[in-house]
């Protein structure tokens, strides 16, 4: 079956081979490879081979399998590095810090002392019953 493709998109170029990667894991419906400006040693980018610009247009069967395929990947980073710790880390929309705008998830190898940053400010309890009402409103 013929994988949905987005002119442009360089994640795809890469599903097409129309790029290089330093792919960790395939299958059928996803590719693992070497983040090219990696956060820490052995940050991998897990895509689905069809285009999904985000969460919002990710199809029910990849999201359902996605996750899978990431506990596969993050316990062979593991094994293999070892690393002290796993950011699973999924951007959607430019605000939210998405730069390439093909659905992916990031697994990052954490370890102890590595400068990596990932943190927001801590916002306050009030207003907590009225967002909370609004997202069920939605569900």
């Known amino acids: 079956m013929d994988k949905k493709t987005e002119e442009g998109c360089i994640f795809c170029k890469i599903v097409n081979g129309e790029l290089p990667s330093w ?63 796993l950011n699973v880390l999924q951007n959607n929309g430019e605000y939210a810090g998405q730069t390439v705008f093909h659905y992916h998830i990031h697994l990052i190898p954490r370890y102890k002392g590595d400068g990596v940053r990932l943190e927001w400010a801590k916002g306050a309890m009030e207003g907590l019953d009225a967002v909370h009402g609004q997202i069920i409103a939605e569900i």
Not at 32 to 47: R, Y
Not at 50 to 63: K, V
């Open 23 to 85: 792919t960790v894991y395939e299958d059928e419906d996803f590719k693992a490879f070497l983040d090219i400006e990696p956060a820490s040693k052995g940050h991998v980018v897990l895509i689905p081979k069809n285009h999904s610009a985000n969460l919002y247009e990710l199809p029910e069967e990849d999201a359902s399998r996605i996750l899978l395929v990431a506990k596969k990947v993050g316990a062979a980073l593991q094994r293999a590095l070892p690393c002290d710790g």
